[in-house]
């Protein structure tokens, strides 16, 4: 990335919107690898455990798909900056207190506003550092905050495994209140300036991507694009321990190490995602030869039969690798829309195509109730599935690198 393009202010804000998802994908993995521990001190064991843990995620990922639409909606109507730092706080403030509870209304109340606090990050982010930064190089700024996002998954994976999970739950919080010290001088995007100082356009309708059935297909597609990367998170990495059993591999399997592993390749795919869409000049090449790859290593996951554990979690790493356009999915659907409704899109794309966790693992979960299907058989079908979805859905949309994204809808 050529820094000489940059300004001092911008990289700046660069740093804080990356560090800014880092915190958010902490809070958002900690959970998972936690979420079984501290239940389990509350009393819950068994299959009453599982069906709480389930419950609470759910409850977070409604949290999301609303929280995504409030803070889009706001974020286009009174800024990016004021977004930004406000689900930042909501989420670390959560964070904190979740640290306290000891009861279950409490911690499904808390996940539920963590949730909505978590919606909107990621979206913000990458619309206030695809609109300051230059248009040649924006591909790479996006993927900078993408790859110290993913870090913290990969963060919260280790302390998940080795601190107390109160502890960590305080560690979530603190680095969250910590960043927000780092606010003085960061400032707004001028895009955002210009559209709100135009009288004529309203800001953040999500009924437009409703109404016009042009923008509403697009929308729809952009969220389609996003699918495998959650089928990956939601199954296969999540469920890890219960298919690296299934096939028979050597070795103990941790959600916590496949969190890690699969979150380190995702790291190091979002940038290698957006390097490779800045060298063809395309987003949508980019997204097809990675979707393409991420199948094809999704289906050798699930065919390690007897392999060894270092094995079953280089593969992880690889498929973390090949499922890291994420952040180039988000970029082209902000990519998509005019100023004044960009900060929705961006938004709701990344919480709805979490909120697709729920369609899939209920998906799973119904091809594994056949008693004709193996877990692994199910898993290989609910991807098949997804993965056909989402290149349908890139192989459709409109290419956006060359697009000027100072105008209005």
């Known amino acids: ?128 550092v695809a609109e300051t930064m230059p ?78 059935p042009k923008s509403r ?35 103990e399997i941790t959600t916590g190490r496949a969190v890690a592993f699969i979150y380190t390749g995702l790291a190091c795919g979002d940038v290698l995602c957006g390097v490779v869409s800045q060298k063809l000049k395309s987003r949508k090449k980019a997204i097809g030869i990675f979707q393409i790859l991420s199948l094809l290593i999704s289906i050798i996951y699930l065919n390690l039969h007897n392999q060894s554990s270092t094995t079953f979690y280089i593969v992880c790493i690889l498929m973390g690798i090949s499922t890291g356009y994420w952040i180039v999915m988000i970029t082209m659907g902000a990519e998509q829309f005019g100023t004044n409704i960009r900060a929705t899109v961006a938004t709701t794309i990344p919480n709805f195509v979490r909120g697709m966790a729920i369609p899939i693992s209920m998906l799973y979960g119904f091809l594994g109730s056949f008693s004709s299907l193996s877990i692994i058989q199910a898993a290989l079908i609910t991807g098949i599935t997804c993965f056909a979805i989402a290149i349908y859905a890139n192989y459709k949309l409109p290419e956006t690198f060359h697009k000027d994204l100072d105008y209005l809808e």
């Open 217 to 251: 297909n697009t929308y729809i597609l952009s969220l389609l694009v996003g699918i495998p990367v959650f089928f990956v998170v939601t199954i296969l990495m999540q469920m890890a321990p219960s298919l690296a059993t299934e096939l028979n591999i050597q070795g």
């Open 135 to 212: 248009q040649k190089i924006r591909g790479y700024g996006t993927s900078i905050l993408a790859a110290t996002g993913v870090l913290g998954a990969v963060v919260a994976g280790l302390i998940g495994d080795t601190l107390y999970w109160r502890t960590a739950f305080f560690v979530g919080g603190g680095l969250g209140i910590l960043l927000l010290l780092m606010r003085i001088g960061t400032f707004e995007s001028e895009m955002f300036l210009h559209a709100k100082a135009d009288q004529k356009h309203e800001r953040g309708n999500i009924w437009k991507l409703i109404r016009i």
């Open 1 to 128: 990335m050529t820094l000489d393009l940059l300004k001092k202010s911008t990289l700046l804000l660069l740093l804080v919107a990356s560090l800014g998802y880092f915190v958010d994908t902490f809070d958002l993995i900690l959970f998972v690898v936690i979420g079984k521990s501290s239940l389990a001190e509350m009393g819950y064991s068994g299959q009453t455990l599982d069906n709480m843990r389930l419950f609470l995620f759910d409850v977070q990922m409604v949290g999301l798909l609303l929280g995504g639409i409030f803070f889009g909606i706001l974020g286009d109507k009174k800024g990016r900056l004021s977004v930004l730092f406000g689900s930042i706080l909501l989420y670390s403030v959560c964070n904190i207190i979740n640290g306290f509870i000891n009861d279950i209304y409490s911690y499904t109340a808390l996940r539920f506003l963590a949730g909505v606090g978590l919606a909107g990050e990621l979206g913000v982010g990458v619309t206030i």
